[in-house]
């Protein structure tokens, strides 16, 4: 089948089985296109959440599709490729992560949702690039935490609370290979364009950013900006949602830099349109857990939705 015939065949299937398909702003193009929901992690979480499709077609990494199921176990949830992992997930095992744990005893475990089932099973709270920072100022200031997988937006959230939460080793291979170099040669071509990086970047390429935020936020910042052009440090995927929303600017990414093409999530892009289309005829490959997983996993996340709406982030 070519790509209009595969797109017509899912959107007969959606309707057939009554599925919604949930996509991440990093996904291919057309597949961003074909969904009926597009967010960051956290809105796609909450859409997990309250959708009551009766199937869920995760269109991003494995994580987002356990968040969906965790959230929303009745639901039959599925991944179009179940390779389609991440780095800061495949950094943090449970075993190395609970020794890790068992060394800090007095610490409060706050895990980015990059991570796994098993990982959120041992945290207390669970966050988001778009949540971080406001959950970790609600906490009384001599919590002690500690902060995983991810320690490059763990350290950027000690940067700016002024906290010194003790962080796991891991980084998104992606965002970690972004250079601030990269993004200095762009800015002196195009001085009047303002970066925006998302906060999985180095420590060093986000002091050169002029504004740092979750995916979401990234937009929200462009759309409002009375700015022309943008440096963008992240992964392209987002740049076709930039460019629907705000068809008179324009973006430079990482790549336009002749030394750097390192914005390609190779992950998120396991997922492609064919894959889709069996997906939802087959109702493969399905995300499955215990129930007492689950119910361990689900504790953090639910928190941090509790939180996040207590302290006006989401509705
Ligand atoms: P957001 O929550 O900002 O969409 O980020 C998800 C992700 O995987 C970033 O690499
Ligand atoms: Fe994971 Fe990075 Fe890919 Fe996001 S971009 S899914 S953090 S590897």
Redesign the pocket.
Known sequence: MNDTELKREIINLKKEKKAVILG???QRHEIQELSDFV??????AQEAQRTDAEVIVFC??HF?AETAKILNPSRKVLLPDMEAS?S?AESCKAEDFARFKADHPDHMVISY??CSAEIKALSDLIC???NAEQLVRSLPEDQKIIFAPDRNLGGYINQVTGRQMVLWNGV?T??DAMQAEAVLRLKADHPDAPVVA???CNPALLKVADFI??????LSYIKKSPNKRFIVA??TGILYEMQRENPDKEFITLRDDRHCACDD?AY?KLNTLDKLYRCLRDEQPEILMSDDMIERAKRPIVRMLDMSRQLGIIK
């Open positions: 991440h702003y990093y967010g960051d992690s956290l809105a796609l991003g990494v987002m991440c800061l949702v990059n988001t690039s778009g998104c992606v965002h998302h906060p999985e935020g979750s995916t979401k936020a990234m992240t992964e999530c998120m």
